[in-house]
Every structure is written in C-alpha cells, then in structure tokens.
C-alpha cells in the first residue's frame, strides 16, 4: 500500500465505490471521514491498526457504549472492506462495546396532546409570519401521513398534487420513490398552506414546498429546534420526539383496522409500502403495545383459547 494516500484518499475512494453501488451513506460517511481527519492528524496510519480505530471510536464526546458501538460498527465495514485491499489493514474485534442498535420507547401521542402541540404552534412560534405557519401545516402532514420528517423537508411544490390528493415522495431512504394518498382534508390544509406562504413569499427563489422566512428550505435541525421548544412550552417530561409521530400514526392506523373488523394481517402489507418500508418486518419494528392495541389482542386471544378449548372438548 502506498504510504503517501492519506486516510481521507482512501475514505474517499471507499465512499465513492459504495455510493455508486446505490448505497447512500450519510451518516456512515460523515463519520468516517471525520476518523480519517482524526487518523491524517495523528500520522503513522499506514496500515491502519485496530488500536487506532478503537481510540477513535472512544475520542467521541458522547462516552456512551452506545455511541462506541455505532461507531465500530461503521469502522468494521470500512476496514473489512480495505483489508482486500491492503491484508495488513486490522479489522477491530466485533462485539467489543456491545449491541450498536437499541430500541428507544416511543412515545405514542394521545389525541388531546396532538391537538396541544398544534395549538401551542400559534403561542410559541411567530404566527405572523411565514416559520410558525410552516412548522404548523409541516408537523400537521406528519400526523395525517406518518412521513418521515426528512421526506416532508425535502418535497418540491410539483411533488404535491392537490388536485389528485397525491403526494410523491422521491429518492427516500432506499433510493425509491412512492406515492402518499392524502385525505381530503389534508389537502385543503395544504392548499391553505400554499395561499399563506404565497403571500409572505409571492416569488420563491425555489420549488421548496415547506420553506421559512428567508424562502429557503427548512432542515430536520431546525425542525427539532422548534419541536423542542413546543415541548418545553408544554411541560411534557417524557420528551417525545418527531419521529414519534411516525410511531403514532402506525399504531393508530391498526387499531383503526381493528375496530373496523378489518383483516389486519393483509392491510399492513400495504401500509408497509404507505410509510416507505421494504419489507413489513420494519413495519413491526413501530408497533408499540398501547393500552387500546392491548385490550384487543387480549380479546382476540382469549375467543382464541376458547375456540381451541370447544374444539378439544
């Protein structure tokens, strides 16, 4: 291996190789060129060893094992992948801060806290102008669709059409785009939307749907930003995040299903592809065992075990 590549040379290369292979690596990428500036400082990282990825990995300013683990979890790929390259490259051992992915509880929103949260949009945020109107009619489409917030952030005014009821949703997480089947009322609330921003913005540089006082696009950083001070302004200590509503409208679409007597174990194949799933197994990973969805499993266990029970007497 030539000593004179520098690890964000051969970072570099390895992110372009995966991107063109239709892996997006965002997060994946940033970290690790943030381990190759880390390595180029320290010099001496040819080959590159274990022990400098692990002192890395510990370098991050969260000290949890949590954070570790990600973050070997990142390094290992990067490492298996340029020891072909390079045999004498160190793959650091597995397993070395335990499990890199835990299930944070969600939090599901109750209708009144839903309501709350839109109302206290008009008391915290400026409604007279353009960003308190935005994150109200933006947190509002993330109740109704259950979209990701990115995926919201990221529509262009020709990706809504209101007429049809229909929103498409390009290049998600997996690089595919789908359609998103809006209610009526959803999209005259978008239409509204549309008016208002039009009049505080007549001539937007750009095709942005959800954009703030300056007529740019909104980021996800900002809308945690304001989604943080509507939850201080509401005194919730749980802290529930956006993404929750994610969460929540999953677990409310099912037991929708389920009061209506719907077959259940067919419909959530189709929500599966509604939220942007591959497969409905991520689909689970949403389900949250809430006192409403709870009671009917019971139910429908216990008329289970009876029929079970008549048929073995």
Same mark, same amino acid.
């Given at each position: 291996m030539n000593p004179t590549i520098t690890m964000r040379e051969r970072v570099e290369y390895y992110l372009r190789h995966k991107r063109n292979m239709g892996f997006q690596l965002r997060i994946e990428g940033e970290q690790l060129l943030r381990f190759a500036e880390y390595a180029d400082k320290k010099? %001496? %990282? !040819?080959? &590159?060893s274990a022990d400098l990825a692990i002192e890395w990995i510990r370098s991050s300013k969260k000290k949890s094992r949590l954070t570790w683990a990600r973050r &070997?979890? !990142? !390094?290992?790929?990067?490492?298996? @992948? @340029?020891q072909i390259i390079d045999p004498s490259t160190e793959v650091p051992s597995n397993h070395l801060f335990g499990p890199a992915h835990k299930r944070i509880m969600p939090h599901i929103f109750s209708e009144q806290e839903i309501n709350d949260l839109l109302t206290a949009i008009t008391q915290i945020l400026s409604f007279s102008g353009l960003r308190g109107i935005t994150f109200s009619y933006l947190f509002g489409l993330l109740v109704t669709t259950g979209m990701r917030v990115s995926e919201a952030l990221s529509l262009k005014d020709d990706d809504i059409d209101l007429s049809k009821r229909i929103i498409t949703i390009r290049d998600t997480k997996f690089k595919k785009s789908r359609h998103v089947v809006i209610h009526s009322t959803t999209s005259h609330a978008l239409k509204k939307y549309l008016t208002l921003r039009n009049q505080h913005i007549p001539d937007p540089t750009n095709s942005n749907f959800f954009i703030g006082k300056d007529g740019k696009r909104l980021n996800v950083r900002q809308a945690d930003y304001a989604f943080g001070c509507l939850r201080k302004h509401l005194g919730w200590s749980k802290k529930p995040r956006i993404y929750d509503l994610r969460h929540t409208f999953i677990c409310n679409r099912l037991l929708t299903w389920y009061q209506e007597g719907k077959n259940v174990q067919q419909l959530i194949v189709f929500l599966s592809t @509604? $939220?942007?799933? $591959?497969? $409905?197994?991520?689909t689970y990973w949403y389900i949250t065992g809430i006192p409403e969805l709870m009671k009917i499993t019971s139910k429908r266990f216990e008329l289970y075990t009876q029929n079970i029970t008549g048929e073995l007497q």
């Open positions: 010099g %001496n %990282n !040819i080959p &590159l &070997l979890e !990142i !390094i290992r790929t990067f490492t298996k @992948y @340029y @509604y $939220v942007g799933h $591959v497969k $409905v197994t991520d």
